[in-house]
């Protein structure tokens, strides 16, 4: 079983940058296709990045050029780096497998842009 905690969410401002980990409590590196999910109060929980374990990565339109997915497998950690951030990427961001897994969804880690 795999336990996801998610960390370094806060509040940044427009156009400033922020770094967010998750670690995993299991072995992540067991799972080729991990990404970084988003959810706003009223809408579905969307992905946003995604990694393989080869290093290939998937972007939404939305945050392509601004975020960049990255893993540590010998850290069982997947890290999301939002630079540039915009108004509409405040949400609450998740770690999970791609396709996620319901039962390891965790906490999540809230981000709040503003100015």
């Known amino acids: 079983q795999v336990r996801l905690v998610e960390s370094g969410g806060g509040l940044v401002q427009p156009g400033g940058s922020l770094r967010l980990s998750c670690v995993a409590s299991g072995i992540i590196s067991r799972y080729n296709h991990v990404g970084w999910y988003r959810q706003v109060p009223g809408k579905q929980r969307d992905l946003v990045a995604s990694?393989?374990?080869?290093?290939?990565?998937n972007y939404a339109d939305s945050v392509k050029g601004r975020f960049i997915i990255s893993r540590d497998n010998a850290k069982n950690t997947v890290y999301l780096q939002i630079n540039g951030a915009k108004v509409e990427d405040a949400a609450v961001y998740y770690c999970?497998?791609?396709?996620?897994?319901?039962?390891?969804w965790g906490q999540g880690t809230q981000v709040t842009v503003s100015s």
């Open positions: 990694i393989t374990i080869g290093g290939t990565t």
């Open positions: 999970n497998i791609v396709p996620a897994r319901g039962d390891f």
